[in-house]
């Protein structure tokens, strides 16, 4: 758990960069730090690692005072990824990996092998290890930017802005893939963002910043969708949030209509899915349905877009 304990950053004739910051960040689980530029996201992530000194107040990991920790000892145990990977330019994607646990006593023979490991992982075969960043696309080099910051095996993670600097089609993948890699490792992640999709998408708790550093909320991507605390917040998590909590909600309970073979569909879904899943097909679909899969990938019946409106009003309280 990381603990920021009414935590207050002025920088040197600044204005205040962080404005009393209290907040817990469980365990294992991805916090999302997201806001509109310049609202204090990368000055609390590096306060957490001490690249930063705050003004006032106290952050702890698991109950210590980062604050009286050995630097080099503390770091060890954070990992950190940024924007651009930053990687080292005039060296291997191996020896990239392979650096710190080298710095930390590791062989230099057991740090290749386990890098090589961590690049498969993220998803880059081993032909990619002897190549030099420069010859890595920027999704490339974010996945090795991942690698790297796993590679000392840290619980703590602080990623800023880590999917930015790619395209939208490469930071879904990236996406996927990191949260598959998150679910088998359960690292305790503070990832700076300025898009709240992402936030919701990868945050299991979220934590939305306004301007002058202010914490303006906090809680899972479902309260915030449900329960914005003011106008900032729903404002900032956008006018379709109704649509966005639908994401959370599943098909399960739908009521279908009996499917005939006559019904011809583009769409399909089946009760894993989402309740947004089954809008988006309805309504993109020429007829407006979407047809449900059984356990036997069959169809087993159909829903109108209208159904999942009737299934949605049904539910209000
Ligand atoms: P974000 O990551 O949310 O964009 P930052 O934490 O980088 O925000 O910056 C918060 C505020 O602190 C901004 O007003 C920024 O200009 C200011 N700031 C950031 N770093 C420094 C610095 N090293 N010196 C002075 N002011 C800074
Ligand atoms: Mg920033």
Redesign the pocket.
Known sequence: MITFDDVVKV?PG??T?VDHLSVELPTGKLTALV?P????????LRMINRMVAPTAGRILIDGRDVAGQDEATLRRGIGYVIQHAGLFPHRTVLDNVATVPVLVGKTRREARKSALELLERVGLSEEFAKRYPAQLSGGQQQRVGVARALAADPPVMLMDEPFSAVDPVVREQLHREFLRLQQELGKTIAM?THDIDEAIKLGDMVAI?RQG?VLAQFGTPQELLAKPADDFVAEFVGRDRGLRSLSFDSAADLTVRPYTADIAYEGSFTKADSLRLVIDLAIRSPKGIAVRLGADGEPDGYVTHHDVADHLAGRQP
């Open positions: 920088y600044g204005s960069a806001g530029s310049g609202c204090g996201k990368t000055t609390s700076v910043f550093g």
